[in-house]
């Protein structure tokens, strides 16, 4: 357990061996953060996932005995932080739980908590611990509607919920312990996979907290930034603001290997055009959806291909236009291609589908039979000419 400030404890779970979170490849396992603040009054903020309730009552009781803590705060009811309330509000005699009229609806739909003391509060009240506050922001859909942050004015510190947060197993548990540019990879992909959508909700979000002096952002997975707030403010500011770098994303499947020529084509044009363009090609069934995602966020332009199977588009190449559909990754500039043997139907449905994400097409599709020949390779090279001198030019989403 490591103390954020005195008397203010993280008492979470370690999850080392976790490698699929509803899909997400967290191949550096994950965090589930609670704290537990004591004064007077003793809160607990957040709880754990189900599994792992005994930790966090034993990570609890190490502090406190558990019928002294007063209040247990849900930010969120999301399973991966709700999951274990019922134990831990049987283990905790007398807590009454903190959370949004929301909240309720949503934790009363999961669990009986008819037997529980539940305290519904707002934005415009606080609860005093003693020498310290809890107060309430509701921060709808970021990442649930009934999602909401609880700060410390006394102590600058804010409970974030998932905003900020990583899913990294970790030994230590501040941002000054862990490289940077790792940590701030991990939030990247995190913010890509889990809170792209809400991007508007994320701008509210920053507003409201560009108010409060914030010393400490506490989030519910993760490293908790004591020290690179500026760097992480600005990441989530560029984030849900649809800034793009100066990057082209190459997204293919391939049969027999003639997709994966025009692949290979496009991506020898882009990088001769030695613009200063990050092109990355990734085959997506040698990746994940959550690389994909995380490539895609800050990409200005796209080539997405696929051959024809069974009349349709490759699978994988489906499942990764599916998932970036639900990310709403908006204001790309894209191109089509790919092989067939007698009906392009694969390349035609992905030129809908760019047309569907309503991107900009910024070339005619790229169609071959069976293998391409010089001339369609010398127009995908062209193409990926096209691709990093789009990607080159400074965009907003
Ligand atoms: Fe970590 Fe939205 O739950």
């Known amino acids: 357990m490591q103390e954020l400030v005195r008397h203010v404890d ?63 705060v849900c930010n969120h009811a999301e399973l991966d932080h709700a999951g274990s309330l019922p134990a831990v ?33 707002s934005p415009d009240e606080s609860i005093s611990l003693g020498n310290r506050t809890l107060s309430f922001l509701n921060t709808p859909m970021v990442h649930w509607p009934e999602s909401m942050f609880t700060y410390i004015p006394e102590e600058k510190l804010l409970f974030s919920m998932d905003a900020f947060g990583q899913h990294l197993a970790t030994s230590v ?6 490289a940077l540019p790792h940590l ?43 020290k690179h707030l500026p760097e992480i403010l600005a990441a989530y500011q560029a984030w849900s603001s ?10 293919y499947d391939t049969m027999w290997e003639s997709t994966g020529q025009m692949a290979e084509a496009i991506l020898r044009g882009a990088v001769e055009e030695n613009n200063g363009v990050d092109v990355q090609l990734l085959h997506v069934r040698k990746t994940t959806l959550t690389r994909v995602a995380t490539e895609m966020l800050d990409a200005a332009a796209v080539a997405l291909g696929s051959p024809t199977l069974n009349m349709m588009m490759m699978p994988q190449m ?44 910024i070339h005619e599709p790229i169609k071959v039979k069976y293998r391409p020949s010089e001339a369609v390779r010398e127009t995908c090279h062209s193409a990926g000419r096209l691709l990093a001198q789009t990607a080159a030019k400074p965009v907003a989403g």
Not at 40 to 61: G, I, S, Y
Not at 102 to 118: H, N, P, Q
Not at 173 to 178: A, E, G, K, P, T
Not at 330 to 352: D, I, N, Q, T
Request: hydrophobic share 45%.
């Open 173 to 178: 548990r501040f941002d000054d312990q862990w």
């Open 318 to 361: 489906a499942a990764v236009l599916n998932y970036i559909r639900g990310l709403k990754f908006s204001s790309k500039s894209a191109f089509a291609f790919g092989s067939c043997g007698w009906a392009h139907a694969g390349v035609e449905h992905l030129a809908h589908s760019i047309e569907e994400l309503q991107w900009t097409r």
């Open 89 to 121: 509000m049987q283990a905790l005699p007398n807590a009454t739980l903190l959370c949004n009229a929301k909240c309720r609806e949503t934790l009363s739909a999961y669990f009986d908590i008819s037997g529980w003391s539940v305290k519904v509060v």
């Open 242 to 251: 649809g800034k793009y770098a100066r990057k082209a994303l190459i997204l």
């Open 10 to 72: 993280w008492v979470g779970h370690v999850d080392w061996n976790i490698r699929d979170f509803h899909s997400y490849d967290t191949h550096r396992g994950a965090t589930y953060n609670a704290y537990l603040v004591r004064d007077t009054e003793t809160a607990l903020v957040d709880t754990v996932k189900a599994p792992f309730a005994d930790t966090l009552l034993r990570n609890v009781a190490e502090k406190i005995e558990l019928s002294k803590v007063d209040y247990v």
């Open 184 to 226: 701030l990879q991990e939030a990247k992909t995190y913010y890509a996979n889990i809170v792209t959508p809400y991007g508007k909700q994320v701008q509210k979000t920053l507003e409201a907290a560009a108010g409060l002096p914030i010393s400490i952002i506490a989030p519910s997975h993760g490293l908790i930034w004591r």
